[in-house]
């Protein structure tokens, strides 16, 4: 198809015939013309009517025709030749207040007057008039057009113009101009042009031999004639003798010739009358020659050609030339040939008249193939009758074929060639579509990468196979129809390329109202308004530009190269924008804007027609995480929600429910996102629930579930005037900062307009107390510093706008230079910080005036920027970006240089400040955005709202890395159990093997004990009770003993040591009655039994230096009771300060109920049942089963145990003499000499045979016990009442006591509790003595003793300085530790100091303890009962955990 260019309608012919000529085609030579005035005007200079005749001057003498005062006149022209008037142009006359004020027109001839039409001046509508028609009195043309029919207007020989009315004294005209309508040549030069004409191109013509000028009587005209003897009409002269004649072709067309012959009836010249050769040059290349006869008795027009004739250029005009026939017919009579010439007449006619809606014009005017041929032409084959072709548009045909092909669309149908509503012409054929075309009518196309995509009104395709709603798209790639999504509810008029939006992107208009959901899943309908935008490359609807009103006519040259299209929308508009961002739009890398998300998710105004966003922000948890965008303001989303909402697979969704107030920020701290803006909640309600939000929401991303917190309130309580402008999170700390209008957290914690939260606890925490009087309108961290912005103020000092807080020192302090800000801050925002200097810029509004303002923080003080800007401007954001990222087409290719040398110090060289709002700048321009430098602006974008009025542009925001936070991180509760399940098994799984072990080990010992005690009895037996006798053989002792020493010493030892073991065992079995009764005194008694020391029975060796010779436990005279400590010292030794005296058991008539023998010593029997007092408990069940068989065998055991007590006495009599000396230490662990440890003290207390601090843990009890009081007596009583004397017995005691050990080993301050039983003790002593006395600093107490949520160094915070801000609240301290187990809950330890804010409910109140001022403040409630409002003494509480 080339580059032509294709029209398209309803139309079958073309309508440049003469009738649609231009009706001044060609002026009449006046000059030529007899002019006459009747009634000429006697002033010199003004009565020759010539005077009006192609005059270049206004009135003036010589210019001007005037007619004779008060009398009518005329003007009349009288033609020389043949012409038909077609417009007739007057200027009036103003000469003296003259004037023609109406005329009547005639024919010269007849005298009939001729009817013509005007444009009036005034109403601009074409009027027509016949015996008066009116002449405007100025200087302007009045052009009047004659009407009446071609045959009158062609016969008549001039015309009279009758002036019929005037002004002032009289009528006339300044200049006049006749024309004629189609193009004319005369053979007489005179008459073919104007003088008045300077035109370059002109008709004339040219003479070449002997022709004459006749004008016969009966002819109206001259013409020429040439007469020539018979026989010299072959000759050169004659044959040189031509008419040559050049008409002017106002414009190329098809036209008729026509030659006017003369009748020779004129001049009785019928029989010399001959044929004319009439040569005619139509083209460079073409010419065409006819004979023409003139033996015509009356004159006659007569056609010569027929066809295209080109425009008359300087170049090129056709010609035409007259000469003689050679071949033509003369009478035989004749002796001479004449030949006549008058002139030739263009007539234009109709083209072409077989186009059917098709007709294609040549784009290139310079192509050949259009040189000689008209610019436009049918198509080769047409089609149908009556066809209506809408529109048309070229393409290739496919990937194989890709040849130019036209495709038609409209309203025709070919049966024989297959084709409906749409068709292709290719090959010079009209050829069908798939599918045979379109069901209905076609009335717009567009050829777009590869496709046609094609609107109207129809619903399927011809052969009703494919489903289509009035858009569709057919891919030539496979030759198939394919819908646009689900189409539209209307007809579309219009579809075209909108390069405005890219290449991509097709345009359609139409009566519709909405784009039909399509099949996929989650399509929705969208409401539209006539105007719709298909993106071709991602097959999908997109956004539009905004139109607020009906477009009517969409346009693209899409004939042009696609890089340089243009698109225009047209229609009756109230208001426009490029692109309809619907509240928020993603600017690119270059600039570009887009829109945000798919078309029909987008945001919309919510109930009250509002569509405001405020904020935005690009969420991730952490660095290295996909990035989610979030906005808030004032609208609502596709799926109702409303205020606030992120973007999820191309479509805006709602995020959390409940947010109906306005939102004004948004911040995230790790996975919590912070919500603040207008509380909107119903008073009288809890301030939850779907319609209710009080100022502040957190939410929690990961679970998709909001935070409870405790609300925010105002002076009054309630959440009317609650307003959160600011979240601000404090890197590497937990804390969260909120600023705004608000008083109270919680109900009744006082933060007037600024308060902190910990993000792990939710717990609310004032700042110091401030001068702020009015809300924070801003906030900006810098380290561990915060910058506020607000309204500070001192009683009657003037106000400040800005102050600094510092969380190092818990104080407000002042910012240099902030008393030059004339008014409230409206935004801080950061700048580029150069050497770690803090800066930033501060915009705000002046307090008197109301003018915007600009001033930057520069790390050291505030400065005031220059900032030229109309006072009506809103300034919501202002950005610091480098100059790089800014279009040249913005800010202009010369600022680049001027950037660099400003003398501007507030902006950085290189860096420039976007400012966006609503913006009034200087010379009047509106924008939304803009960029200033150097106190110059340069607008960047501008927005519009919905009604047209100025939109503005809230902030612009771009993805940052998150700030890092600390966050503790709480299981959930399915995974809690889950471990517990697991850690249960664990436990369970180790209690059965440790039981088992235990078996095993239990085997094997009562298995050596068996053989133990038959060796100690033989041993008893051969030597007698109470004696000290060698052993008989060194390989019995070496069997039972220690292992065979060969020393007798050591043998010695070793047989004491076995065979106290042994008699441990054979008491256990000889008292089994008497531990039956111990066992339920166990059961029923005040506690638990202590339970340390159970390697003893593990076979652990126990070294003699663990027991002190001066503690007056033993007598040396009991040699038995000795060698029965030595194998349970250990255990005896942990347990000696909960030893039974004697007297609990005296009177006991089950004391000695399971002794067999008067003979055993009692004081031996008091150290085996010390020995088995520990394994008691384990073998319980044990001792119970064997009691039915303790009659039988206790006469054997009394006899082993007897013969054992003599042995025992021997041995350790022998042993008494090598006993090692033992040791003692003091407080510090060192070691003291033996004369210093043995010269009389009893002063225990201060000295122990054991080092405090030695890293054996049996060492470390020992010295416990020791520092805890002076043992009680181990020797024998001598009460006198039997003489006997006895070791003391452990008895059962409460696991307190070990626990209050413990907890002192550990530095903490520790109490026991109530203990049952008689002789319980209770220590008061305090931590501090308790650690002294065990070698133990306070700094070594562990930290896991410290109650929940306690983060004291020393563990106690009465002797912190009270905070400024807690000096209000009453101040009790804690009896008891309380720790916290739920949320909200305040834990504490003993003696802190606790700041109560409500007391008004009898069990719990609520309060808050200061851990210090680099640790936040924790809230919470807890029991009234565990604090008192006394101090603490110096012993009091001391036996609290």
């Avoid at 004008?215 to 020429?224: E, I, K, L, M």
Wanted: glycine share 10%; with cysteine.
């Amino acid at each position: 198809m080339g580059s032509n260019v294709y029209a398209v309608g309803a139309f079958s012919a073309t309508v440049d015939n003469a009738t649609h000529s231009a009706l001044n085609t060609q002026p009449v030579n006046l000059s030529a013309c007899t002019i006459t005035g009747g009634n000429n005007a006697e002033i010199p200079g003004f009565s020759d009517p010539r005077n009006i005749i192609c005059t270049p001057h206004a009135d003036s003498a010589g210019n001007t025709w005037l007619m004779r005062d008060k009398l009518t006149g005329f003007y009349r022209i009288d033609f020389p030749f043949k012409t038909t008037p077609s417009l007739l142009r007057l200027m009036n006359t103003m000469y003296q207040d003259r004037g023609t004020k109406a005329i009547r027109i005639e024919a010269a001839s007849t005298n009939q007057a001729l009817t013509m039409s005007y444009l009036d001046p005034v109403t601009k509508s074409e009027q027509f008039c016949t015996h008066s028609c009116p002449v405007p009195r100025s200087y302007e043309w009045q052009e009047y057009r004659f009407v009446d029919n071609a045959a009158t207007l062609s016969n008549i020989s001039g015309i009279v113009i009758n002036i019929v009315d005037w002004y002032g004294m009289g009528g006339g005209f300044n200049k006049i101009e006749l024309y004629q309508r189609d193009p004319r040549v005369y053979a007489d030069d005179r008459f073919s042009s104007s003088p008045c004409i300077q035109a370059p191109v002109r008709p004339s013509s040219s003479i070449t031999g002997d022709w004459k000028t006749t004008t016969p009587a009966s002819y109206h005209g001259t013409y020429r004639t040439l007469t020539i003897a018979k026989a010299d009409v072959s000759s050169d002269q004659t044959q040189s003798a031509l008419v040559r004649m050049l008409p002017y072709v106002p414009e190329s067309g098809f036209y008729k010739i026509y030659m006017m012959v003369p009748g020779c009836q004129n001049t009785n010249t019928c029989l010399q009358r001959s044929s004319a050769k009439v040569d005619l040059q139509m083209t460079r290349k073409r010419t065409e020659q006819i004979s023409v006869p003139q033996h015509n008795l009356a004159d006659e027009e007569v056609v010569v050609y027929t066809g295209y004739i080109p425009a008359s250029t300087q170049e090129f005009s056709m010609s035409i030339s007259v000469g003689l026939d050679t071949g033509g017919v003369v009478s035989p009579q004749a002796t001479t040939v004449e030949l006549v010439a008058d002139y030739f007449r263009l007539e234009r006619v109709t083209s072409y008249s077989n186009l059917n809606g098709v007709i294609e014009f040549a784009s290139n005017l310079e192509s050949p193939s259009f040189m000689d041929a008209p610019l436009y032409r049918p198509l080769n084959v047409s089609l149908p009758d009556n066809s209506i072709v809408y529109s048309a548009t070229t393409g290739m045909f496919n990937d194989t074929h890709p040849d130019s092909t036209l495709f038609l669309g409209g309203r025709f149908s070919s049966q024989e060639s297959g084709y409906h509503n749409i068709a292709q012409y290719r090959n010079s054929k009209l050829q069908p579509l798939s599918n045979s075309g379109i069901w209905g009518t076609v009335y717009s196309m567009t050829f777009v990468n590869g496709s046609i995509y094609v609107g109207g009104s129809f619903n399927a395709t011809a052969d009703q196979t494919t489903a289509l709603s009035n858009v569709a798209q057919f891919n030539t790639t496979d030759q198939a129809w394919h819908p646009l999504s689900g189409g539209v509810d209307g007809a579309v008029s219009s579809v075209i390329p909108y390069s405005p939006f890219g290449p991509n992107v097709v345009a359609m208009r139409g009566s519709f109202q909405t784009l039909i959901a399509g099949p996929a899943s989650g399509d929705e309908a969208i409401a539209m308004h006539g105007l719709a935008m298909w993106d071709t490359a991602f097959s999908q609807w997109t956004y539009t530009p905004f139109i607020k009103g009906t477009p009517s006519m969409l346009f693209a040259d899409s004939w042009q190269n696609r890089a340089n299209n243009v698109a225009l929308v047209a229609g009756s508009l109230s208001a426009a924008a490029a692109l309809k961002a619907e509240g928020a739009l993603l600017l690119d890398a270059q600039q570009h804007i887009q829109p945000l998300g798919l078309l029909g998710s987008s945001l919309r105004p919510d109930d009250t027609g509002k569509l405001v966003v405020n904020t935005g922000l690009w969420y991730a948890k952490k660095n290295g995480t996909t990035a989610q965008l979030i906005v808030g303001g004032r609208f609502k989303t596709p799926d109702g929600s409303v205020n606030l909402a992120r973007l999820k697979d191309g479509k805006w969704r709602g995020l959390l429910d409940g947010v109906s107030g306005e939102v004004l920020t948004i911040n995230n701290a790790a996975n919590l996102l912070f919500i603040g803006g207008v509380a909107n909640v119903t008073e009288g309600s809890s301030g939850h629930g779907d319609s209710n939000f009080g100022g502040l929401v957190v939410y929690n991303m990961d679970s998709h579930s909001s935070v409870g917190i405790q609300q925010l309130q105002g002076p009054s309580g309630d959440h009317s005037t609650v307003r959160v402008n600011k979240v601000a999170i404090r890197a590497d700390t937990s804390m969260v900062v909120v600023g705004g209008n608000f008083s109270t957290a919680g109900g009744m914690l006082s933060c007037p307009y600024i308060c902190t939260l910990d993000i792990n606890e939710n717990q609310w925490s004032p700042m110091a107390s401030s001068s702020l009087v009015d809300q924070v309108t801003d906030l900006l961290f810098s380290g561990s510093t915060l910058y506020v912005a607000g309204t500070f103020q001192n009683g009657t000092s003037p106000p400040v706008y800005l102050m600094r807080y510092s969380f190092g020192t818990s104080s407000w302090d002042s910012v240099s230079g902030a008393t030059v800000l004339p008014g409230p801050i409206t935004s801080i925002t950061p700048g580029i910080s150069e050497a770690g200097v803090t800066a930033f810029y501060i915009s705000g509004v002046a307090a008197s005036g109301g003018a915007p303002y600009l001033a930057k923080y520069d790390g050291s003080s505030v400065e005031l920027a220059e900032y030229t800007i109309g006072s009506s401007s809103t300034v919501r954001s202002i950005l610091e970006v480098p100059r790089s990222r800014i279009p040249g087409s913005v800010i202009g290719s010369g600022s680049s240089s001027s950037l660099n040398r400003r003398s501007d110090a507030t902006i950085p060289s290189g860096y420039v400040l976007v400012v966006s709002g609503d913006l009034d700048l200087p010379g009047g321009q509106r924008a939304s955005n803009a960029f200033f430098y150097d106190n110059q602006w340069a607008p960047f974008l501008s927005t519009i709202q919905t009604d047209g009025s100025p939109g503005f542009i809230g902030s612009v925001f771009f993805e940052r890395p998150p700030t890092n936070v600390y966050q503790r991180h709480r299981l959930s509760v399915a995974l809690v159990i889950l471990i517990a399940i697991a850690i249960a098994l664990g436990i369970t799984f180790l209690i059965v093997l440790v039981g088992l072990v235990y078996i095993y080990l239990r085997n094997r010992r009562e298995a050596a004990a068996t053989a133990s005690a038959a060796s100690a009895a033989l041993a008893a037996t051969a030597g007698g009770a109470g004696t000290t006798k060698a052993p008989p053989s060194a390989a019995v002792f070496g069997a039972t003993g220690a292992g065979g020493a060969s020393d007798y010493a050591r043998l010695g030892a070793g047989a004491g040591a076995g065979i106290g073991v042994a008699a441990a065992v054979g008491g256990a079995q000889a008292m089994r009655s008497q531990r039956t009764v111990q066992a339920d005194q166990y059961a029923n008694g005040g506690g638990d039994r202590d339970t340390w020391g159970d390697n003893v029975f593990a076979g652990e060796q126990v070294s003699f230096d663990n027991i002190a010779p001066k503690t007056d436990r033993l007598v040396s005279g009991q040699p038995a009771g000795l060698a029965g400590l030595a194998g349970v010292g250990r255990q005896a030794a942990v347990s000696s300060d909960t030893y039974v005296h004697y007297e609990d058991r005296k009177g006991d008539g089950k004391y000695l109920a399971g002794a067999a023998s008067n003979d055993l010593n009692d004081s031996l029997d008091s150290i085996f049942e010390s020995a088995a007092a520990e394994a008691e408990a384990e073998a319980e069940v044990e001792a119970r089963e064997r009691t039915a068989s303790a009659g039988s065998m206790d006469a054997v055991i009394a006899g082993a145990a007897a013969s054992a007590a003599a042995a025992a006495a021997a041995a350790a009599a022998a042993a008494q003499q090598k006993m090692p000396t033992p040791r003692h230490y003091n407080e510090g662990g060192h070691s003291i000499p033996n004369d210093q440890s043995s010269s009389g003290s009893t002063d225990y207390s201060r000295t122990s045979m054991y080092r405090p601090d030695s890293t054996n843990p049996f060492e470390q009890r020992l010295a416990l016990r020791e520092s805890q009081g002076t043992f009680p007596p181990a020797g024998p009583y001598a009460d006198g009442t039997d003489g006997l004397g006895h070791v003391p017995m452990p008895r059962a005691h409460h696991m307190e006591s070990e626990h209050a050990a413990a907890a002192a080993l550990a530095g903490a301050t520790v109490a026991t509790g109530k203990v049952g039983g008689k002789g319980s003790r209770r220590r008061s002593e305090t931590a501090s003595t308790r650690n002294t006395e065990a070698g133990l600093s306070p700094s070594q107490s562990s930290p896991s003793s410290r109650p929940s949520g306690d983060s004291s160094v020393n563990g106690s915070s009465a002797h912190l300085p009270i905070r400024d801000s807690l000096r209000q609240y009453p101040v009790f301290y804690a009896k008891f530790t309380f720790s916290s187990r739920e949320t909200g809950e305040l834990g504490f330890r003993a003696g802190e100091r606790v700041f109560v804010i409500d007391q008004s409910d009898e069990i719990w109140w609520m309060g808050i303890v200061d851990h210090g001022s680099d640790q936040p403040l924790e809230q919470g409630v807890f029991p009234a009962t565990y604090v008192s409002g006394a101090p603490p003494e110096s012993t009091d509480w001391a036996e609290l955990v």
